[in-house]
T-cell receptor, first 116, second 114 residues
Framework: GAGVSQSPSNKVTEKGKDVELRCDPISGHTALYWYRQSLGQGLEFLIYFQGNSAPDKSGLPSDRFSAERTGGSVSTLTIQRTQQEDSAVYLC??????????????FGSGTRLTVV | AQSVSQHNHHVILSEAASLELGCNYSYGGTVNLFWYVQYPGQHLQLLLKYFSGDPLVKGIKGFEAEFIKSKFSFNLRKPSVQWSDTAEYFC????????????FGSGTRLSIRP
């Protein structure tokens, strides 16, 4: 597509439930990134995909967080047994991949997750 | 590991004032540097980037930034701000040796009084 698309744009969930957040990157972009933006905080890196593999998942905060990418395109970030501290805006970004990170990312508009 | 520091959390200026937002990074090798902007209610957009050549880079909307390698800095400047520049500004770094990710600072909120 023309831009990075994320869904849903807003999600309210009860503590303890699982949630799935979806990211559809720009067509042809092989690199895909998930970040988390909490109120008053910067962007916290979560995971990076190159194609379908995740060479860097160092930012996932706990084993309740997982992500996958299929077909080198859409990615899903899953949070199991959500906690209130998981409330944040989850941002997805994509880039052409490899050295073209020089040119920066294109971000989606994010999913605002609220755990009540 | 790379890290980015933005020392000003909230800056308030009047229209037509000059702007300089500080950014320092920690990484000893070659870096790519970025400034992103997030206008109220909008998604993050790339303002400008540096990866080689002239250390003074110009971006959109009259912004510029200067890479000073000896100071590990990449400060953002604008000679005369407008009310529409009200936004949050993020400095970010990518280590050239790593194609994997960009590390972001905590952001600076800029408020412009009309």
């Amino acid at each position: 597509g023309a831009g990075v698309s994320q869904s849903p744009s807003n999600k309210v969930t009860e503590k303890g439930k699982d949630v799935e957040l979806r990211c559809d990157p720009i067509s042809g972009h092989t690199a895909l990134y998930w970040y988390r933006q909490s109120l008053g905080q910067g962007l916290e890196f979560l995971i990076y995909f190159q194609g379908n593999s995740a060479p860097d998942k160092s930012g996932l905060p706990s084993d309740r967080f997982s992500a996958e990418r299929t077909g080198g395109s859409v990615s899903t970030l899953t949070i199991q047994r959500t906690q209130q501290e998981d409330s944040a805006v989850y941002l997805c970004a994509s880039s052409p991949g490899g050295r073209q990170i020089n040119y920066g990312y294109t971000f989606g508009s994010g999913t605002r997750l609220t755990v009540v | 590991a790379q890290s980015v520091s933005q020392h000003n959390h909230h800056v308030i200026l009047s229209e037509a004032a000059s702007l300089e937002l500080g950014c320092n990074y920690s990484y000893g090798g070659t870096v790519n540097l970025f400034w992103y902007v997030q206008y109220p209610g909008q998604h993050l957009q790339l303002l400008l980037k540096y990866f080689s050549g002239d250390p003074l880079v110009k971006g959109i909307k009259g912004f510029e930034a200067e890479f000073i390698k000896s100071k590990f800095s990449f400060n953002l400047r604008k000679p005369s701000v407008q009310w529409s520049d009200t936004a949050e500004y993020f400095c970010a770094v990518n280590a050239y040796s790593s194609a994997s990710k960009i590390i972001f600072g905590s952001g600076t909120r800029l408020s412009i009084r009309p």
